[in-house]
């Protein structure tokens, strides 16, 4: 089983936006990074997709599920500024469907931090996470996340 936890794909300036962050939509090259995510992820055993209800996120994903013919399921656990607790939480929860979940450049660090204090999880000393990357977290036989995987952006 594996838990892919994926970064929205690059959305631009923020300060250049002119609505509620929300409604921020993907750039042109973040649209390049979500069809090439379908690409890379298309072949994986995936049961669901979950995402940050961000309109960016929403988008990364996109183009997956329809590859997997899944829908997009938004969960505010995975928003920017979700808790610890609540993100450690779902992917507990939901691990066992070897989903996808994007979401924000603030929430995966505390969702690494927070499995290796817990787990025992692996991780580099500075670990990347740029927009359009994923993590793959594997858990071992107790259901603890020991191992992660990280795929750059496409």
Known sequence: ????????????????WRGPDERRLLSKKGVRQAERLAETL?????????SSPYARCVQTVA???ERLGLT??????????ASEAEVVELVRKMAAENP?????????PNLLDSLARRDGLR??????????????????ADGRFVAGTYLPAP
């Open 42 to 50: 298309a072949g994986k055993d995936v049961h669901r997709i979950l």
């Open 1 to 16: 089983m594996a838990v892919y936890v994926v970064r929205h794909a690059d959305a631009g300036d923020r300060s250049a």
């Open 123 to 140: 991780l580099p000393p500075r670990y990347p996470c740029a927009k359009g990357s994923v993590w793959v977290l594997e858990q071992d």
């Open 100 to 108: 996808v979940l994007c979401t924000h450049g603030d929430v995966i």
């Open 63 to 65: 183009p997956l599920a």
């Open 72 to 81: 997009v399921e938004s969960h505010d656990a995975l928003a920017e500024g």
